[in-house]
């Protein structure tokens, strides 16, 4: 028997940090906070408390509500610090050793670290620090961080934290947990977002701004990229101890990864959706009755396509809510019925020229199955749009993605790619038109303004991991260590 992922036809986000300073119940934060950021990882979450004598820990596989909604989980966790994360694994067994935050045992006391990202030379720091001594518990490439804070001759802990990073190359968002403070910090690009709220005294960190919603917390302003925030019995400072580099946010996060309750950098993900939407109208209407997306990520930019070409949104296909995102297949004949698992065409498609919206194709395999079910429930014609440019290159910077050569737009034009999902037309949205979208005037090729590697294979920050040879996507160094 195998588990079936019934959403496996989109990129998909790995982790989501959230971090407390100062309140009485801080776990309980933490757990509200990592349940608004499920979406960016449902495999696994943890969180670390200190009480001002002890750090306590749990962490499990599954989602937030399943494993911190109890009184006595909670009640295990005390303290007014805590950090807490949500993990989606990239790569085989979802183990619990690999599950953040970890927790380490310094000279200079407890520390426990999780992060949102890649970093892209983790193998090589790792082949280094073990040739030294270093055992490794995890195939985490956040371990790599803990070892080099671990042997790093600096004093503080945020001194030795700034040397650890000085060394990793890769996109980050982190936050850590000391005796006596909590940290935040981004990689010197901003490819990963970060926010900094506050509840009455008490400081948060989090990924996005909807787990700042959820506790009823204030959004203060966004970690900036380089930025490092100390919260200690002193109050708040900030410093930004790295090389300057050029603010590269992953644009995606825009398209599908944040939640569109979010606002990220300044700018609304939902609003900037339905912008996407509207430019993918501007650029390639054809006639059609209604507007349908693919839920729930193509929602808000098929309103905006609506919108923008004044035709009715109808809600063609219905998500089943209940279904987990992975699912036990017992045979072969029912993985055939997986995509009906969580999508379901309406009645109201019969005779209806459609325009359906999603916000990526990947391997294209969840494209074909909603082509074929919509024209199943009788639409006449099926023009695909999609709210982002095709898909041609991998990323190693903290999201899910297949190897090059199984993303159907590396190795299929258009046409084919038409042909093959079997639609009446297909259309992506321009990366010209993406920016515009985001309010600029365009991609500015010398200096692009979003990190937009996976549609332009113009990767930001170096690859030497991936450039050596030695890992294809993600770090999984387990079998070469052990
Ligand atoms: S490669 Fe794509 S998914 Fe990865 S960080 Fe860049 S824009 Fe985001």
Redesign the pocket.
Same mark, same amino acid.
Request: hydrophobic fraction near 35%; include cysteine; glycine fraction near 4%.
């Given at each position: 028997m195998t588990t079936l992922p019934l959403d496996d036809d989109h /990129?998909h986000e790995e982790c989501g940090v959230f971090g407390v300073y100062g309140h009485a119940e801080s776990a309980a934060l933490a757990a509200l906070g990592l349940h608004a950021l499920q979406h960016r990882g449902q495999e696994a979450a943890g969180i670390v408390v200190y009480d001002g004598e002890q750090f306590h820990a749990h962490r499990a596989l599954g989602h937030v509500g399943e494993n911190f909604s109890s009184k006595d989980v909670i009640g295990r966790l005390p303290g007014g610090c805590a950090i807490g994360h949500v993990r989606y694994a990239t790569t085989g067994e979802v183990a619990l050793r690999n599950v953040q935050p970890l927790f380490a045992d310094f000279e200079f006391g407890g520390l426990a670290i999780c992060h949102n990202g890649n970093l892209t030379n983790s193998y090589h720091l790792r082949r280094q620090l073990v040739r030294r001594g270093s055992l490794f518990q995890s195939t985490s490439d956040t371990e790599v961080i803990v070892h080099l804070i671990a042997t790093s001759l600096k004093e503080s802990v945020e001194e030795r934290l700034i040397d650890a990073l000085r060394q990793v190359q890769g +996109?980050y968002s982190l936050v850590a947990l000391s005796q006596g403070s909590v940290i935040g910090v981004r990689d010197p690009l901003g490819? $990963?977002p970060l926010v900094l709220g506050q509840l009455g005294d008490a400081w948060i960190i989090a990924s996005e701004t909807c787990a700042l919603d959820i506790i009823g917390a204030r959004f203060v302003r966004d970690v900036e990229p380089g930025e490092l925030i100390v919260i200690d019995g002193a109050g708040l400072r900030s410093s930004k101890p790295f090389d300057r580099a050029r603010r $590269?946010l @992953? =644009? !995606?996060?825009y398209i599908y990864?944040a939640r569109p309750d979010s606002v990220v950098d300044g700018i609304s993900v939902y609003e900037s959706r339905k912008r996407i939407g509207a430019e993918l109208a501007r650029e390639s209407h054809v006639p059609a009755d209604i507007v349908v997306p693919v839920p729930d990520s193509g929602v808000p930019a098929a309103i905006g396509y609506a919108a923008e070409c004044g035709l009715p949104f109808e809600l063609g296909i219905i998500r089943n809510h209940y279904v987990g995102r992975t699912f036990i297949e017992p045979t072969d004949q029912i993985r055939h019925l997986g995509v009906k698992l969580k999508h379901n065409a309406n009645r109201n498609l019969q005779g209806k020229r459609v325009i359906l919206v999603d916000d990526s194709i990947v391997r294209g395999t969840t494209s074909t199955k909603i082509v074929a079910m919509v024209r199943q429930a009788g639409a006449r014609e099926v023009h695909v749009r999609i709210s982002s440019p095709p898909?041609t290159? /991998? @990323? !190693? &910077?903290? =999201?899910a993605?297949p190897e090059r050569d199984q993303l159907l737009a590396s190795r299929m034009s258009i046409e084919e790619m038409t042909r093959y999902i079997e639609a009446d037309s297909l259309a992506f949205v321009s990366l010209d038109g993406l920016y515009r979208a985001m309010g600029e005037r365009g991609r500015d090729a010398r200096a692009p303004q &979003?990190?937009? +590697? @996976? !549609?332009t294979g113009d &990767?930001?920050i170096a690859l030497a991991d991936h450039e050596a040879g030695k890992v294809s996507t993600q770090l999984s160094l387990l079998a070469e260590t052990a």
């Open positions: /990129p +996109a490819v $990963r $590269r @992953c =644009i !995606f996060e990864f898909t290159h /991998p @990323c !190693f &910077y903290g =999201i993605t &979003y990190c937009d +590697a @996976c !549609f &990767y930001a």
